[in-house]
Structure formats: C-alpha cells, structure tokens
C-alpha cells in the first residue's frame, strides 16, 4: 500500500490487514516530496503498482460521485473526469 494521503491511525491493525491480504503497507509522516510523487507515478506507469477504479463519473455528475463516496464502502476509487482524453 502506498499512500500520500492516511486519513486514517497507520497502527498495527492496519498492518496487520495488510498482511492477512499478503500486502505490506508503510508510512512516512513527512510531506510528500516531488521526487517521492514522480517514484510512485513510475511504478504505476510500470505496472508494479495497480490502482483499483470502482466507477468513473463524469465532472457534470460530481453530485452522483460525491453520494457515491458518503453511502457505499466498496473497493476502488471513484474518479471524477474532468475532460476525456484524445
């Protein structure tokens, strides 16, 4: 797990999680840099690391997205696209 953003206690329970789905997880309680960004935008580039999408809304459905992320725990992020690419 790597993660920039913990809005949540990084304690043994969590590592533990982590570990009981064969995942290791670790947190820096700095700053996240611009060369730490770039190294983490390489292993999703290189496919070492995987982000999980659950759904993709449109930016005119921002609302939808919003009660999305307030009523269901599911697994993956809900991404807002604000122009499509191409």
Known sequence: ???VNTDFPFNDDVLQA??????????AANQPRQEWLREMA?????????????????LEQVAQAH???EVRR?????VLEVRKEG
């Open 18 to 27: 982590l570990a009981s789905q064969g995942a290791t997880g670790e947190l």
């Open 67 to 69: 009660q999305e992320s």
């Open 74 to 78: 599911g697994r993956g992020k809900l």
């Open 1 to 3: 797990m790597v993660s």
């Open 42 to 58: 390489q292993l999703v580039d290189e496919g070492r690391v995987r982000v999980q999408i659950r759904q993709v809304f449109p």
